[in-house]
């Protein structure tokens, strides 16, 4: 039995026909789990491993070594705050300190409504508009404290979905298809191709 | 080790050193006396040189620079400085780096006393700590498996416990989690770490992070001694050091043995101690748990304590007034004894008993003088082949070093496997092809392979798989078969049938031949088998085992002589037990066991780590055991038992000590039983093989901390050093029989199959009911469920799914038992585990029908 | 004064709104580049990169028709494009990805022609949740376009591209590491030999790995010739170049400016880019190339933006981004965070890197938030001596890969430049900037 959905299962199994080995879908196959579950469930971990023709020891591994995969359930959204160089100068740590008080959580917990969990991140390469603020992976450049606490209020009454969507940074991302130029393709372009250099070197002398 | 081609020259400190290109600089300089500090770097796994303790300076296009000496292959003209003061700063850097965050425990850490980061920190380390910061914390210690407990405080993250579980054993079940300084080694929570190989990780941990359940808190290294032997649990035979603090057994640790088991234990050898030093407790003689620790005769249907002079009187009494029959007495066991004591009972058995009616088998082997007459092959062998071919039960489960050796070689080198597949083998994932054998059908898929017409269509193989596997089986040049007993409930002619066709259609391919049972070949060399006399001479025929319980049923023979656990062993229980319920039985053996419950007399003996000998592995070669505690109470070694027991019946062996039966045993045949009793410089030999001696190898401190740091006693002590050879014996050269001397293998009739039943497999486990788990609380914890196992065809045609339960009907029983599916199954195969015990306890092995050349079991789902 | 006549090679389409669509890349001149480069040979196209001596914009600098020509003959061979651009305060590639799309598409077509690999994976930062789908998108509209596929527009040459995500790893912007990610193992940095991806890389097969940036100027590279690149800049350093700048400026952002032509001055203070200081306080410091980089002082300020030109002067361009500290910066407090992110995004694998960087962080944490001790100096530089032996640059180093040596950078730096304001800082037991 998938535990996967039945749609993503498919994507999932797209995922794994686009590389020439199938772990190498690992990372996508885990945002995928994220996508459904919130988070990487034990059963999400299981389905990849077997997907990718690892073990659960391995997928778990793998997925505590980024940052973006959680291994225990969070809240709905995921607010970043950055403190890195660049948003330090420009009072990251004053405005993730603003945060916790605002959303009354501590950094990295998740609130009592089970809808935000605040996190302290490395630099989300947006430092034009620090500090840097995302939502579920999505840059809100609230520099403020005054913005922040207005699209917190926004979040929370579903009026930024069509821009936030819950979890999965894969949510949005659809490749059109599979691969398009099978093996034997290549093999044949790249014997025609040496051919043509050969003789090009030869012409040349 | 094979001798390395020297080509190159490499400066180290100044010193020219010769090495083979491409060698590690670590093991170059370590050659040549300059012993560079390591942690991560293991001599058998590929370096990953994370832990950068072993930085040295090598010369290179940009001046000297700091590499790691574990990950430098060398080339000519290499400049390596490993004394620098820029060495000795990045070292001693590393070191402290090390020590910042590891706790301060080493009074209450198990590893104290012989943890290389101790010594190294003694050695290397600066007086003071400069680390003023809250040390790193994690919750301490967890139970990452049944058998390991983690200290993740400790770790130095050196990897090799996930290395050796990714790389050498190949069952990721632990991985390393999070990243910089919160890495942590990590099982999956809802799979945790239950590899048969745990325990290998637990020796090469280089800290005390990692640490045996069985072993925590047991002893302190410096009151450890220890010897080093061979581990008899199965026929691989690992070389281990075998540890005790005083007369109990401590621990076992895997020695580095180049040709058979590179340091490496499966942990049913490992942690078996509890079963061998027995249980205090228990006095029932019919408990495996229990040790035999005085003779035992019957009187009034009770067994009760006796003298030895009592017992060997009683046992001659029995034994002399069945002798007098015609074919009264006979004799079985003996494979889990050293080949003196097998080669002393087989001089029992003919000259004293005259009879030919022996078997260290217990139905559940093959002919002994077609497995000698195979051409054989070594592990190394194995290892090297171009192809390998299995037709055997799951090397894990039977022999697990053998699959460690030949899951490496296989995955490292990646040579070409050819399954056939009789059932679940963990060697699977590295088949190239995988051709599924049915029950009674091995001789008929190997005709169809040596064959170029068209297979049998009841077979139904697959074409493209057969055509590969011709092509890659060739005429068996560089071809090695691995061939076992591959079903006990199947007569065991099917596989000699294969095995000897498979012999004649590959003329130039070698066997290796599975065998089990611990010294079950030192047995069969030593005449414990019907039909071969000592030294694999070819000899009149005898009773197999199953023959034997046959004639004591019919009234045939009288009285048989039990070397070991016959009941516990064999698959017609019931029918062995009816037959020794009408035998005189004299039974000789270490542990209570259900056999006792028919014995007439019971003659105590020594056991694994008790006893001195030498013992054989399945390639044949012959090394040393070594005694480490004293056998307890009045059990006796078997040598002087069967020397006392040929006294009581008026027969001298001339055998009052082991070395007396060894030097016997090699006089009279050639066996090299004395000279490798007696040489503590090689790895053993290979008996009747022209090849010379293993050589040992020395041992690296990192390598195997537990063993340098634990003193040597008594034989056996050289381990890691090179000692004077023994002097060689006068000897016959030896024997061996070969296959034309035995005429073609009979083939064996097959019924047809039915179309509604399913053929019943019946394969050891390595965790079973046996003495070895049962008498261990560590081990008997990890017998796994009585299950089923069915392909998934089989079970989705019955409606059923893992953990649905089926009414099994086979040799007139019913069970009811839990399915499992499992598409390594074939097809139309209901596969159980040998001994295991239904619900209501009933034995498995009932269901199949002892008579039959297969079984087919009817089922119908719940 | 700053130059700013140089042609936008990479930024020329950032003025529309919908810069990201296939629509805007074609009217726009966009795939014209790679028509042109299918009607040449592949190996011509690889000689224009390299006549346009394009330096890898990622960080190392190495020169990408170098790179190419390194790709070890085989049967199999990637191009994989690094976009995972995470060195703290560089967020150019983040620009190039979600704004051009279409021209880090094109730029992959034109490499992987000129390599004559036929599957490329674009492995982007899993952060960038908009630019993975505008990449995944373009990469969509490529195939329907006919610009990737079997037979990309006729020429009998066919790519795949598959565009995967990151999930979080700054390790993951070093090229093994990356391959591992790749691979869907942990990001650890693959141990040296072999040195170079071109001969042993994904899965073990010859693979190139450039930058986004990189990618991104091939289109131009091809149109307009390897020669009218090279005329731009100076010495190795040619063409233009992404600057991000950020910290104490009044214009934050990220600027496409010609090498070697303008200063750091030029870069911080000139009103087309950062536009001074907030307050016109006096620059106290700055990063010249991410926070790997050993930093500068404002006699620095006057050093022309050229790869050999800031080497020279003992730091590095490194991934074209700048962070300026002003006389209300703390460089304790700057030199800690960076330290903090390097312990977090550390490996784990090397034992002074690991063990290394916590050490130095913790230490790094007392002096600026009190119980700060006089000798830490000393043990700070020591600590980072264990990491970069003798502190030299480029730094040697004990570890398998460069972020171990990247540690000390700023440590180093912060001492040297600033000791009065640690020892303040062990004065005052806290910071004084507080």
Redesign the interface.
């Known amino acids: 039995m998938s535990h996967l959905r039945v749609d993503l299962r498919q994507r999932a199994e797209e995922l794994v026909a686009?590389?020439?080995?199938p772990?190498?879908?690992?990372?996508?196959l885990?945002?995928l789990v994220q996508e459904q579950d919130g988070y990487v469930s034990?059963e999400g971990?299981?389905e990849v491993a077997e997907l990718?023709g690892?073990?659960?020891?391995?997928?778990?591994?793998?997925?505590?070594?980024?940052?973006?995969?959680h291994l225990e359930p969070v809240g709905r959204y995921v607010v970043g705050v950055c403190?890195?160089?660049?948003c330090?100068?420009?009072g990251g740590e004053e405005l993730l300190a603003h945060a916790a008080r605002h959303l009354d959580c501590a950094v990295g917990s998740t609130t009592d409504d089970g809808l935000f969990t605040l996190e302290e991140t490395?630099?989300?390469?947006?430092?034009?508009h620090?500090p840097c603020v995302?939502v579920?992976?999505?840059?809100v450049r609230t520099t403020t404290a005054e913005a922040f606490d207005a699209m917190i209020d926004e979040v929370r009454s579903g009026r930024r979905d069509h821009e936030i969507p819950d979890h999965g940074?894969?949510v949005?991302?659809?490749?059109?298809?599979g691969?398009?130029?099978p093996d034997e393709?290549?093999?044949a372009?790249?014997a025609?191709?040496k051919a043509?250099?050969a003789r090009?070197l030869e012409e040349a002398g | 080790m094979t001798e390395t081609r020297t080509t190159v020259t490499v400066t180290v400190n100044g010193r020219a050193v010769a090495a083979a290109p491409g060698e590690l600089l670590i093991d170059v300089a370590e050659r040549a006396g300059t012993y560079i500090p390591r942690f991560c770097y293991h001599p058998r796994m590929e370096p990953v040189g994370v832990c950068r303790m072993c930085l040295v300076e090598v010369e290179g296009p940009r001046g000297a620079t700091l590499q790691p000496a574990c990950y430098q292959h060398v080339n000519d003209g290499m400049v390596v400085t490993t004394d620098s003061p820029k060495v000795k700063k990045a070292q001693e850097g590393v070191l402290e780096f090390l020590l910042a965050n590891h706790p301060l425990d080493c009074p209450v850490c198990d590893k104290g006393g012989e943890c290389p980061l101790q010594d190294q920190a003694l050695t290397h380390g600066p007086g003071e700590t400069r680390f003023v910061e809250e040390k790193r914390h994690f919750v301490k210690p967890i139970e990452i498996g049944p058998l390991v407990l983690l200290d993740r405080e400790r770790c130095i993250q050196c990897a090799r416990c996930t290395r050796f579980a990714a790389e050498v054993a190949g069952d990721t079940e632990i991985a390393f989690a999070g990243r910089g300084d919160q890495i942590e080694v990590a099982p999956s929570p809802e799979h945790p770490f239950t590899s048969v190989f745990s325990g290998n990780t637990v020796q090469i941990c280089p800290v005390g992070a990692l640490t045996a359940t069985p072993y925590r808190f047991a002893a302190r290294p410096w009151d450890l001694e220890q010897v080093e032997s061979t581990c008899t649990q199965c026929a691989v035979g690992c070389r281990l050091a075998v540890q005790s603090s005083g007369n109990r057994l401590t621990r076992v640790l895997g020695v580095d043995s180049d040709p058979v088991n590179h340091g490496w234990l499966c942990d049913k050898g490992r942690f078996t101690l509890d079963a061998i030093d027995g249980h205090e407790g228990s006095r029932d003689p019919l408990d495996p748990s229990s040790r035999i620790t005085s003779p035992l005769v019957r009187r009034d249907g009770t067994l009760v304590e006796a003298t030895w002079g009592e017992a060997l009187a009683r046992a001659a009494e029995l034994l002399g007034a069945a002798r007098a029959h015609d074919g009264g007495v006979g004799v079985i066991g003996g494979a889990a004894l050293t080949n003196e004591s097998a080669y002393a009972w087989a001089r029992v058995a003919r000259e004293v008993l005259g009879t030919e009616h022996v078997d260290a088998q217990y139905g559940d082997g093959l002919d002994a003088r077609r497995v000698l007459a195979l051409p054989g092959a070594t592990i190394d062998d194995a290892c090297a082949a171009r192809v390998v071919v299995t037709l055997c039960g799951d090397p894990r489960e039977e022999l697990p070093v053998l699959f460690l050796r030949l899951r490496g070689a296989l995955a490292r080198r990646g040579h070409d496997l050819v399954e056939l597949a009789v059932g679940p083998s963990a060697l699977h994932p590295l088949a190239t092809v995988s051709i599924p054998v049915r029950p009674g059908e091995a001789h008929r898929v190997i005709d169809a392979l040596a064959d170029e017409g068209r297979a049998p269509a009841d077979l139904a193989l697959d074409e493209d798989a057969r055509a590969r596997a011709r092509e890659l089986l060739g005429d068996g040049e560089g071809v090695v078969v691995v061939a076992g007993r591959t079903n006990l409930a199947e007569d065991p002619a099917v596989v000699e049938r294969a095995l000897t066709r498979l012999a004649e259609a590959l003329p130039r391919a070698r066997f290796l031949v599975a065998s089990r049972r611990g010294n079950v070949r030192g047995a069969i060399d030593a005449g414990l088998a019907p039909g071969l006399r000592p030294g694999r001479v070819l000899g009149a025929g005898g009773r197999d085992t199953l023959a034997q319980l046959a004639a004591l049923r019919e009234g045939a023979q009288r009285a048989v002589l039990v070397l070991g656990d016959l009941l516990g062993n064999v698959l017609d229980r019931a029918g062995a037990a009816a037959a020794l319920e009408r035998a005189d039985v004299v039974a000789v053996t270490g542990h209570g066991g259900a056999t006792l419950a028919h014995a007439d007399v019971v003659l105590p003996a020594a056991v694994q780590h008790e006893r001195t000998g030498t013992v054989t592995n399945l390639e044949g070669r012959v090394t040393a055991v070594v005694p480490k505690i004293v056998a307890p109470g009045a059990a006796w070694p078997d040598v002087a038992i069967a020397a006392e027991l040929a006294r009581a019946l008026g027969a001298e062996l001339a055998m009052d000590s082991v070395e007396d039966a060894a030097r016997a045993y090699e006089v009279s045949t050639g066996y090299p039983a004395l000279t490798v009793l007696l040489d503590a410089t090689s790895e053993g030999r290979l008996a009747g093989s022209a090849s010379a001696p293993a050589p040992r190898r020395p041992l690296d401190p990192m390598a195997f901390p537990g063993i340098r740091s634990a003193a040597w006693v008594g034989l056996g002590e050289s381990a890691g050093d090179v000692a004077e050879s023994a002097p060689p014996l006068a000897v016959p050269p030896l024997a061996a029989p070969a296959l034309a001397d035995l005429g073609p293998a009979p083939s064996p009739e097959v019924p047809g199959r039915d179309a509604y039943g399913l053929a019943l497999r019946v394969a050891p486990r390595l965790y079973d009911h046996g003495v070895a788990v049962a008498g261990s609380p560590a081990l008997a914890a990890l017998v796994g469920p009585t299950e089923a196992r069915l392909h998934p065809g089989d079970l989705d045609r019955l409606g059923l799914d893992t953990g649905g339960r089926l009414l099994v009907r086979g040799a007139g029983r019913t069970l009811e038992l839990t399915v499992a599916r499992d598409a390594q199954v074939p097809r139309g195969v209901l596969e159980v585990a040998f001994g295991a015990l239904g619900d209501g306890g009933e034995d498995v092995n009932a269901l199949a029908d002892p008579d039959a050349v297969i079984t087919q079991v009817k089922v119908e789902a719940r | 004064m700053a130059v700013l006549d140089a042609p936008r090679i990479v930024t020329s389409r950032l003025a529309y709104e919908d810069s990201h669509t296939l629509a805007r890349y074609l009217a726009t001149g966009g795939y014209a580049a790679l028509r042109k480069a299918l009607s040449l040979h592949p190996e011509q196209v690889a000689a224009e990169v390299d006549q346009a001596s394009l330096l890898g914009r990622g960080g190392a600098g190495f020169p990408a028709g170098r790179k190419w020509s390194m790709l070890r003959p085989s049967e199999v061979a990637y191009l994989v494009v690094n976009g995972d651009e995470s060195e703290p305060a560089t967020f150019k590639d983040h620009l190039l990805v979600e704004r051009d799309p279409h021209q880090l598409v094109e730029g992959v077509i034109i490499a992987a022609y000129a390599l004559q690999v036929n599957r490329a994976f674009i492995y982007l930062r899993g952060e960038f949740a908009l630019g993975l789908e505008r990449v995944q998108a373009a990469v969509n509209e490529a195939y329907d376009h006919g610009a990737l596929g079997r037979n990309v527009f006729g020429s009998g040459f066919s790519l795949d591209v598959v565009v995967h995500p990151g999930a979080g790893a700054y390790i993951c912007g070093e090229e093994t590491a990356l391959l591992e990610g790749l691979e869907g193992k942990r990001g650890f940095p693959r141990i040296k030999p072999p040195f170079f991806p071109a001969a042993q890389g994904l899965y073990g097969e010859p693979t190139v790995v450039n930058n986004v940036e990189t990618m991104s100027n091939l289109p131009w590279i091809v149109l307009n010739g390897g020669a009218a690149f090279a005329a731009l800049g100076a010495g190795r350093s040619t063409g233009t170049r992404l600057f991000a700048l950020a910290g104490r400026v009044n214009r934050p952002g990220v600027y496409e400016v010609e090498m070697v032509k303008n200063t750091f001055r030029d870069l911080i203070y000139d009103p087309a880019f950062g536009g001074g200081v907030p307050g016109d306080r006096p620059v106290k410091a700055f990063i010249p190339g991410g926070v790997s980089a050993p930093w500068f002082g404002p006699d620095q300020l006057d050093l022309p933006l050229g790869q050999d030109e800031v080497g020279a002067q003992g730091s590095m361009l490194g991934s074209g981004s700048v962070v300026v500290l002003d006389d209300t910066s703390c460089a304790v407090r700057a030199a800690w965070r960076i330290t903090k992110f390097f312990s977090r995004e550390s490996c784990g694998q090397c034992t002074p890197c690991r063990e290394g960087s916590g050490w130095i962080e913790r230490a790094m944490y007392r002096l600026e938030h009190g119980g700060g001790r006089v000798e830490d100096l000393d043990l700070l530089l020591d600590l980072c001596d264990n990491i970069a032996p003798g502190l030299t640059w480029p730094p040697q180093q004990t570890t398998i890969c460069v972020l171990g040596p990247s540690i000390p950078s700023s440590v180093h730096a912060a001492i040297e430049m600033f000791k009065d304001e640690f020892l303040a800082h062990v004065e005052t037991q806290g910071c004084p900037f507080d």
């Open positions: 686009l590389y020439p080995r772990r190498s879908a690992m990372l996508p885990l945002h034990p971990i299981d990718t690892t073990t659960p020891a391995d997928v778990r591994g793998t997925a505590s070594f980024y940052d973006m995969f403190t890195n160089i660049a330090l100068l420009a490395e630099c989300l390469a947006d430092c034009g620090a995302t579920n992976h999505r840059y940074t894969l949005r991302v659809r490749r059109n298809g691969l398009r130029v393709v290549i093999a372009e790249r025609a191709a043509a250099r090009r």
